[in-house]
């Protein structure tokens, strides 16, 4: 990294951040009892205090973002091997990229909307309070404006992880990559100007419904390239299913279904009756259960022998897929339904007829969360060190940098930087 | 082509400071939680001695990191890939920052376009304004909350004025601060950088004496509705970053005293005085879209 100390310093918030949210738990009154988009004025007028807690851990995590992702642009811009043009970088690098631009972006935004929410409920500021001129959708502009490119702040990389892997078990060079890495640039874009299709039974102009009606469904154009791209690298290549490879046939798959129900939900009448119900759980956990996790997975499995040298347990990794893919459809699939069907989301209870849905969908969520023990047998017995040791490669297929170099990597990888060709 | 030929990568030393910084941080923000739960709600606790520890071991930390660097730095341990890196990182830093702001300029100008209005009737919100804010007209300045909150506008002749010429001055010092240290004449170098220092100071002392002014003789308070909200978030936030510019300034000062920087060595210089450029501008922006406007 171009800002080792710096980065040092972001990664060692992150736990003491968690730790003041979780200890907010078990102070007088109760954690934060708001969701995570502590909307007002739930999180104002009829919070308990550990709002300021919640405040303040949100601050320094945004601070350690904002640390990590200078970092890592800095780095890109800065520390490329020679020869490392910016149209021969990974796509993965490319992703991270964009992403850490957006986190720049946005995370400041965060940051202005807890303070605010902090003077509202402690300083006597009305922001978000009618009596004082201010708004509570106010509040959900500011929100959104940083909620939308947080969700593709987490499924950026995703996009990276996968263009990685499907040239790489395709045995083809990425197709279309210029296409690639300008579509990326323009989900980044866009996403800016979204935000309020969160918000289309919250009350706006006509035709401000209309603009994030419109802006959102464009959405759609670059993300379809990507999937296209994806799709046609395979198109006539030497596929084979190794464990990365189907965790990323899975994503393609599953990520597009949810992205087909993210386009339903742009849909401004249609989303008067989606909203707040089953169906956007739904949509959001296809995209980012079967989306963005599927691809961590997929990345652990394509890198886990670079990292620690050993080739993991293939057996457990493949009933740790086969499980993990068919929980997870048993878990989310039904919700399209029982949402269509008018089931609301946050409310513990529900009306008798969806018993028979929510018993598969609780089925499938232990299913799904049993299977990860499979995946965590198998990291502890390659953090053990026990397999058949990786060669460089790993991969027949595998193109790049880090495939060059032994596994694990040396310390500190590259001391002067590599030529690339 | 051989690898001889590229700059070794930097790889500084171990270092203790960023896990002290982050056991700082923690402290700061359990501290800063439990203080403004505290001195709200009346209740006791140690809120306010955590935050002083928190503050005090960052201020520990901070001295002791740039002293290492400053240190690694005077003896040429930086390689110039470093020294972009820096630079790089800096405007990004800078670039937060501004969008820090942009959250609380759109609440300003939500509040006054949309917010406001609405309450007022426009749109289609006459019923709103029938049947739950009866009798409250939109404006702006909004000197009278639908709640009934009455408060005074604050003008933006005289003391903003006065600051605004303080600060666009200081812009100016502090560029000439920079083109005598290109220029290597270290005594332009301090006469500038004191002086920028100097105004810097007097904005702090005449924005904590329009404050006063609000709070004694206008009745403009942070809990004067939206108005005073954005008023005084947006000036105070920009205070704040004005005393954190100054404090960067100061220290710059002190190094050149030592003689500390040149043309090829001079990051830090850098990174503060485009600190101060930014406040400035975000000043300006201030300036019209919450005292002219
Ligand atoms: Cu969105």
């Not at chain 1, 969160?198 to 999937?227: D, N, Y």
């Not at chain 1, 946050?346 to 499979?374: C, V």
């Not at chain 2, 790089?88 to 406001?116: C, D, K, N, P, T």
Request: hydrophobic fraction near 55%; charged fraction near 10%; include cysteine.
């Amino acid at each position: 990294m171009a800002l080792p100390r710096m980065n040092n310093w972001s990664f060692w918030i992150l736990p003491f951040a968690f730790l003041i949210l979780l200890s907010s738990l078990f102070l007088e009154g109760g954690g934060p009892n708001f969701g995570w988009t502590f909307y007002a004025p739930l999180s104002t007028t009829y919070s308990n205090d550990s709002t300021a807690l919640f405040v303040f851990s949100v601050h320094i995590m945004g601070a350690s973002s904002i640390m990590g992702a200078i970092n890592v642009i800095v780095t890109i811009f800065n520390m490329r091997a020679p020869g490392m043009t910016w149209m021969k970088m990974p796509l993965f690098v490319w992703t991270w990229l964009i992403t850490a631009f957006l986190l720049i972006a946005v995370m400041p935004v965060l940051a202005g909307a807890v303070t605010m929410v902090l003077t509202d409920k402690f300083f006597g500021t009305s922001f978000f309070n009618a009596a004082g001129g201010g708004d509570p959708v106010l509040f959900q502009h500011i929100f959104w404006f940083f909620g939308h490119p947080e969700v593709y702040i987490m499924i950026l990389p995703a996009f990276g992880i996968i263009s990685q892997i499907v040239p790489t078990f395709s045995r083809k060079p990425l197709f279309g990559y210029a296409s690639m890495v300008y579509a990326t640039a323009s989900i980044a874009l866009l996403s800016f100007i979204v935000w309020a299709h969160h918000m289309f039974t919250t009350g706006m102009p006509v035709a401000a419904e209309l603009f994030f009606m419109f802006a959102t469904m464009l959405i759609s154009v670059p993300t379809g390239v990507k999937v296209f791209n994806w799709v046609a690298t395979m198109w006539r290549g030497a596929i084979t299913f190794e464990i990365p490879m189907l965790f990323a046939l899975a994503f393609i798959v599953l990520f597009t279904i949810g992205g087909f129900s993210g386009l339903m939900l742009a849909i401004t009448p249609v989303d008067f009756q989606y909203h707040d119900t089953y169906f956007v759980v739904a949509h959001f956990h296809y995209v980012l259960v079967t989306g963005a996790v599927f691809s961590i997975m997929a990345a652990v499995y394509y890198w886990l022998p670079k990292w620690c040298g050993k080739m993991y347990d293939l057996g457990l990794a493949k009933w740790h897929f086969w499980c993990s893919l068919i929980s997870v459809n048993v878990l989310f699939f039904p919700m399209h339904f029982v949402g269509l069907a008018g089931m609301p989301r946050r409310i513990p209870d529900y009306a008798l007829q969806f018993a028979d849905f929510n018993k598969w969908i609780s089925i499938g969520g232990f299913a799904f969360g049993l299977s990860q023990l499979i995946f965590l047998a198998l990291l502890i017995k390659a953090c053990r060190k026990q397999g058949e040791p990786a060669t460089d490669r790993v991969w027949e297929g595998a193109e790049g940098l880090e495939w060059e170099i032994p596994s694990p990597a040396p310390y500190h990888t590259f001391e002067t930087p590599p030529v690339v060709k | 082509m051989s690898e001889q030929q590229y700059e070794k990568y930097y790889v500084p030393a171990q270092s203790p400071w960023p896990i002290v910084g982050a056991v700082a941080l923690f402290l700061i923000a359990v501290g800063a939680g439990n203080f403004v739960i505290e001195t709200t709600k009346g209740k006791d606790g140690y809120g306010g001695w955590t935050l002083l520890a928190g503050l005090a071991i960052l201020v520990i930390m901070l001295v002791g990191w740039f002293r290492d660097q400053i240190e690694e730095s005077m003896t040429g341990m930086h390689s110039n890939q470093l020294g972009r890196s820096y630079r790089q990182g800096m405007s990004w830093f800078i670039f937060s920052e501004v969008m820090f702001f942009a959250a609380f300029f759109g609440a300003l100008f939500y509040a006054r376009m949309i917010a406001v209005p609405w309450l007022g009737g426009s749109s289609n919100n006459a019923m709103t304004n029938e049947v739950l804010w009866p009798g409250f007209e939109a404006m702006w300045p909004l000197v009278k909350t639908p709640g009934g909150t009455t408060t005074e506008a604050m003008g933006w002749f005289g003391l903003p004025l006065a600051n605004t010429v303080v600060l666009l001055i200081s812009s100016v010092t502090a560029h000439f601060a920079h083109v005598a240290l290109e220029e290597g004449k270290r005594k332009q170098l301090t006469l500038f950088l004191g002086v920028t220092i100097l105004l810097g100071l007097g904005f702090l002392v005449l924005q904590v004496e329009e404050y006063v002014h609000a709070y004694r003789e206008m009745g403009l308070m942070l809990t004067s509705g939206v108005y005073g909200n954005t008023f005084f978030m947006l000036t105070g936030f920009h205070g704040l970053h004005v005393t954190l510019g100054t404090i960067l300034l100061i220290i710059m000062f002190f190094r050149v005293l030592k003689g500390h920087f040149s043309k090829d060595n001079q990051f830090a210089f850098q990174a503060a005085s485009w600190y101060w450029h930014f406040v400035d501008v975000v000043w300006v922006l201030l300036f019209i879209f919450v005292y002219i406007l």
